[in-house]
């Protein structure tokens, strides 16, 4: 045990034991209505998050690490769709309101940000890092029961119905991604595909991937594990050309990306490289690596990009713009906003249900099946166990577009994405 999780168990005892002796009564009264949720003048169960007129949700961001021009992305999304939601009278006649907290992609930040703010909000719209998310699954899953929507898609998070990972965990993703560079990147049985990945729950989710369709397919991977303060990838492009590898697959961050595309083509090892979802960001565009990413460069990715040409983009992309015009676009601004109108959607089903709690909101997510918010895959929500999706688009870097990214394949899961058990 933690020493943390020693004191926070220690102090909710003693809190306990105050309530006991303020008054047994009125904490019977409580239970009548179930996980400890109060009744409103509306007849509606609320609990942990909702004072008042307002509902509180946290978010768990990067401003400052190895995901920060992201996080902010995400983030502002996230105020944006607020901010929307609370001018449409919000929900249930409450006010959304969004506390914010940054880690800076540090473990213990992460953590201790969580414990904060989890008795102070109905549940998290962000948590970026799968590793940090992992570190407290047991907490949520346990006594604290609060929804979930990461920005991060291990598979490790996967059976918990209170953390809902949203599209295909990195496993399927990389799965995909292969199965693009076997169909369109000319890789065949005999090959070896190199694959650099962060250290912990990330890197090591999307490693599987790779590993089960380099099996089906008759591929050799060649492994280069990484720390995400490890930005020179000088080191590990010489080893995959040395194991003459004939693609790279690259489970990290946009620093990463720059580097690894940027020492292979300063090199003259030409191979075509993709990554995770969250391992590319435009401001890369404006660097010396532009060139080559355009060139060589992929991203699989769990829905179509801010640049798509759909109805929900454009207006997303002006809403955004009107709100933050002097910032970027990027696909953060996609993951930020899905991940709140999820949220928003259980809790508009929840206020139907009449229950405003933790629990309320977790059921009423696992009943949306459906949920499509016009930026590519539909998401079906109502098994813990398995991916929202299968699915993933194939994106290629592009400055001529707007948020830096063209779609080279549209949304679609591999035969050996569906098959798949994680």
Request: some cysteine.
């Amino acid at each position: 045990m933690t020493t943390t999780t020693y004191v926070t168990r220690t102090a909710a005892g003693a809190l306990a034991a105050l309530l006991l002796l303020a008054g047994c009564s009125s904490k019977a009264k409580d239970s009548e209505n179930g996980d400890n949720g109060k009744q409103s003048a509306g007849g509606i169960k609320t609990g942990e998050g909702i004072s008042g007129k307002t509902i509180t949700l946290g978010a768990l961001t990067d401003m400052t690490g190895v995901y920060a021009t992201l996080g902010k992305s995400v983030t502002q999304a996230q105020q944006l769709y607020v901010k929307q939601l609370n001018a449409a009278g919000g929900v249930c006649g409450y006010q959304a309101a969004l506390t914010v907290r940054d880690h800076g992609y540090d473990p213990q930040k992460a953590v201790s940000g969580y414990t904060e703010l989890e008795p102070k909000v109905l549940g998290f719209a962000q948590f970026i890092g799968s590793p940090f998310v992992a570190a407290v699954k047991q907490r949520v899953d346990g006594q604290d029961k609060g929804l979930v929507l990461p920005q991060a898609w291990s598979a490790a998070l996967l059976g918990s119905p209170y953390i809902r990972v949203i599209g295909s965990t990195y496993d399927i993703e990389t799965i995909n991604a292969v199965d693009f560079l076997i169909k369109e990147k000319g890789i065949k049985k005999g090959d070896k595909i190199g694959h650099v990945y962060f250290e912990g729950d990330y890197g090591e989710s999307a490693l599987v991937g790779s590993k089960h369709m380099a099996k089906e397919a008759g591929l050799t991977v060649v492994e280069q594990k990484i720390k995400p303060t490890d930005n020179d990838m000088t080191a590990q492009v010489a080893a995959l050309k040395q194991a003459g590898v004939k693609a790279i697959v690259l489970s990290a961050g946009p620093r990463q990306a720059a580097s690894l595309v940027g020492v292979a083509a300063a090199g003259g090892f030409d191979v075509p490289v993709i990554g995770n979802n969250s391992a590319f960001a435009p401001q890369l565009l404006a660097t010396q690596a532009a060139p080559a990413l355009m060139k060589n460069y992929y991203v699989a990715s769990p829905s179509l990009p801010i640049g798509a040409d759909t109805p929900e983009a454009r207006k997303l992309v002006a809403d955004y713009r009107a709100a933050y015009p002097n910032d970027a676009l990027d696909n953060g601004i996609v993951a930020g906003w899905t991940a709140a109108s999820a949220f928003g959607e259980a809790l508009k089903k929840a206020c139907k249900n009449k229950d405003l709690t933790r629990e309320g909101v977790d059921r009423a997510l696992l009943t949306i099946n459906d949920f499509d918010l016009g930026f590519g895959p539909v998401q079906d929500f109502t098994d813990p166990k398995s991916a929202s999706s299968r699915e993933s688009v194939i994106l290629q870097p592009d400055k001529n577009v707007t948020g830096g990214m063209k779609v080279v394949r549209e949304a679609e899961a591999s035969e050996a994405a569906k098959t798949y058990s994680p």
